[in-house]
């Protein structure tokens, strides 16, 4: 009998966000992302899925429960944390506005 391979569960297979509408994701605005944002807060890969929209360059949508532009802010935190070690830890963890 033919057994299809199987995968590795992914971060994505467990995402809260895989029942709902992709548009949510995508508002007009980022003042908008509000729904988005509730839902990523329920979700159990909510880091992961920050962590790959931060190392993909995602420009667009909301991810792990940020903005564009709050993830462009995390990344400044991140750079400037780098660039003065010793920093508050607080500069470089994950906070959702």
């Keep these: 009998m033919f ?10 297979d467990l995402a809260a966000c895989r029942e709902f509408s992709v548009e ?3 508002p007009p ?3 908008d992302g509000d729904e ?3 839902i990523c807060f329920t ?6 899925c920050l962590e790959f929209a931060l ?5 667009f949508g909301i991810w792990g429960g940020m903005t564009p532009q709050e993830r462009r802010y995390l990344i400044a935190r991140r750079r400037r944390a780098a660039q003065f070690p010793g920093e ?6 994950l906070t959702m506005t």
Excluded: H, I, M, N
Excluded at 43 to 48: A, D, L, N, P, T
Excluded at 55 to 59: K, S, V
């Design 3 to 12: 057994e299809p391979p199987t995968r590795e569960l992914v971060w994505q």
């Design 24 to 26: 949510s994701f995508y």
């Design 29 to 31: 605005t980022d003042q």
């Design 88 to 93: 508050s830890e607080e500069e470089t963890t």
């Design 43 to 48: 979700c159990s890969v909510r880091e992961q």
């Design 55 to 59: 190392a993909a360059g995602e420009r």
């Design 36 to 38: 988005a944002k509730a």
